[in-house]
């Protein structure tokens, strides 16, 4: 028994909510940078928690960040929580969150991706785990990092995707969870350099419209019921 009321009890649970995302945060940021995606501290994650955004700070290496740098900030950017400043690129972060239903955000500089982004304007289809991002993955148009105008670009390359390719700069994806983003980050690398290797032998077969259709609406019900 207890006489702690519901109202009490919130705030304590809303805080470990808090911590416990932040703990998937930096492993997941720590991940980008063991599976080659990432060099030094280039990149960031990010992952909603109700009005609050937790994301990696800027100039820290992801094997330094422990449970006391825990850093929030709101959806206009201003902090809630933490002594860190927030990575650079927090306008593309919350740009990201206010216009989709996105939980989770990573950012990478993947080499293959990278080189592919400044190559062409779509990645082609050639491979179907294209539909797990909604489709062929645009390529952003180029622009500085950190501003308004990057933001704006890969909102329009977002369109009807989760994920997208940044011109001479990198990749960005969001889902449901972080393990979804950067799972979906590492298929987005791989394809990228299947794409490298298929084009430099010769010159790729590419899956029709319909094909990638097709296997979006199948990869609706893929997985276990309830994972």
């Known amino acids: 028994m207890t006489d702690e009321t519901p109202e009490a009890a919130g705030p304590r649970d809303a805080d470990a909510e808090l911590r416990e995302t932040w703990d998937e945060l930096v492993r997941t940021a720590r991940r980008t940078a063991e599976e080659g995606l990432v060099v030094g501290t280039s990149g960031n994650v990010s992952a909603r928690v109700g009005d609050l955004v937790l994301v ?13 740098d ?7 950017g201003g902090i809630r929580a933490g002594r860190l400043r927030p990575t650079s690129e927090l306008p593309l972060h919350l740009a990201v ?8 955000v990573v950012h990478t500089h993947a080499p293959h ?24 993955v645009r390529v952003a148009e180029y622009a500085t990092y950190g501003t308004g105008d990057l933001a704006r670009a890969v909102l329009t390359a977002l369109r009807d995707r989760t994920g997208c390719l940044m011109r001479n700069h990198g990749t960005l994806v969001h889902a449901s969870t972080l393990r979804r983003a950067f799972d979906d980050t590492a298929q987005l690398e791989w394809m990228c350099r299947v794409w490298l290797l298929a084009s430099a032998a010769g010159t790729p077969a590419v899956l029709p419209p319909q094909e990638i259709d097709c296997v979006v609406e199948r990869l ?8």
């Open 113 to 136: 991706a990278t080189a592919v982004s400044t190559l062409v304007a779509e990645l082609p289809a050639v491979h179907y785990m294209c539909a797990a991002l909604g489709g062929p």
């Open 97 to 104: 969150y206010r216009a989709t239903d996105a939980r989770a």
């Open 56 to 68: 990696t700070p800027t100039g820290v290496p992801y094997d330094r960040l422990g449970p006391d």
């Open 220 to 227: 609706r019900g893929y997985g276990q019921p309830g994972a």
């Open 70 to 76: 825990l850093l929030a900030v709101d959806l206009d």
